[in-house]
């Protein structure tokens, strides 16, 4: 990810526990700016991906829901059978997509921020 023009600290959540492989990982390109994009397959064939990139929730549209969990905010949203979850670490912006049940898609995320 370093040669690539990953210069921010990511990290490749390990979800066996929840029943979810990863399955690939690439440098995505987002407004122009490097992310880390991970790819997961779990329960049912359920995909999850995980998006990490340099930002600030503060520059995301208005999420449909707010949530507050160990001290760290999360923006969920929902986009017909998508839910996206948002948090803050650092300079960096994470977020979990999946057509997965919402409330597992944010029950990952709890367990897997970090505050910084």
């Known amino acids: ?17 929840m029943q979810y492989q990863l399955v690939g990982g690439r440098i995505h390109r987002l407004r122009n700016r490097p992310s880390a994009l991970f790819a997961y397959r779990g329960p049912e064939g359920r995909d999850l991906v995980c998006q990490m990139y340099q930002g600030r929730l503060a520059d995301l549209p208005p999420p449909d829901e707010v949530r507050e969990h160990d001290g760290i905010t999360f923006q ?26 919402s409330e597992s898609v944010i029950q990952l995320a709890y367990a897997k921020a970090v505050k910084v």
């Open 1 to 17: 990810f370093v040669t690539g023009g990953i210069d921010f600290p990511t990290r490749v959540f390990d979800l066996g526990m």
């Open 76 to 101: 969920v949203y929902r986009v017909g059978k998508l839910t996206l979850v948002f948090w803050q670490e650092g300079a960096v912006v994470c977020v979990l997509a999946s057509d997965a049940e």
